[in-house]
């Protein structure tokens, strides 16, 4: 069997991608105390929580376990977009895979 590492479905082994989150399956999923263990690390800033919401989209479907974490104005009044309120947003994910986000995000922000 496999599991959607974001909505932690199982699937028969054929699957390859979740039908609800569109996430890469994988064949074990972690325990709480191994996701708890893992250190997080954030990427370069982001230019607003539009961006960060974007390239969270993607390692979702990677399967990658990532949060967006944004110092305030905008995350005080739920204010999203990309101006000068919504500065200071940073995306977190786990160190161990920090290359291959950097990567990630480079590809998808290259021309910003």
């Given amino acids: 069997m496999v599991f959607c590492p974001t909505c932690r479905y199982e699937y028969t082994e054929k699957v390859q991608v979740c039908p609800d989150c569109g996430s890469r399956l ?24 539009v961006y960060a919401e974007m ?6 479907k990677e399967g990658i376990p990532c949060y967006i974490r944004a110092d305030g104005v905008s ?20 160190e161990n895979r920090l290359e291959e986000c950097l990567h990630i995000q480079h590809t998808m922000l290259d021309h910003i």
């Fill in 26 to 49: 994988i064949e074990k999923l972690p325990t709480e105390k191994e996701i708890s263990e893992i250190p997080f690390v954030p990427l370069p800033d982001l230019p607003g929580r």
């Fill in 55 to 60: 390239v969270k989209g993607v390692l979702d």
């Fill in 75 to 94: 995350d005080a009044y739920g204010i999203s977009g990309t101006g000068p309120l919504s500065k200071g947003v940073r995306l977190f994910v786990p």
